[in-house]
């Protein structure tokens, strides 16, 4: 879950970026539209890892043959 959270919160700060400092208008209000949906799955994702207890495997090491 920590990577997905890491990912949302990166996919805000992209998104973010393009609505404030794209050139186009059209793909600035995507930008914009776009925003709120994300925050509302980085939030659910958060409250899914705390709730959670079972380890990322992204962060665990291979296992031993």
Same mark, same amino acid.
């Given at each position: 879950?920590?990577?997905?959270?890491?990912?949302?919160?990166?996919?805000?700060?992209?998104v973010?970026?393009?609505?404030?400092?794209?050139?186009?208008?059209?793909?600035?209000?995507?930008?914009?539209?776009?925003?709120?949906?994300?925050?509302?799955?980085l /939030?659910?994702?958060k409250?899914? /890892?705390? /709730?959670?207890?079972?380890?990322?495997?992204?962060?665990?090491?291979?296992?031993?043959?």
């Open positions: 879950m920590t990577r997905i959270v890491k990912d949302h919160e990166s996919t805000l700060n992209l973010q970026d393009i609505a404030d400092n794209a050139k186009n208008p059209e793909l600035k209000a995507v930008g914009r539209k776009a925003i709120p949906h994300i925050r509302q799955h /939030a659910d994702a409250r899914i /890892a705390s /709730a959670t207890t079972l380890p990322d495997k992204a962060t665990q090491p291979a296992p031993r043959k």
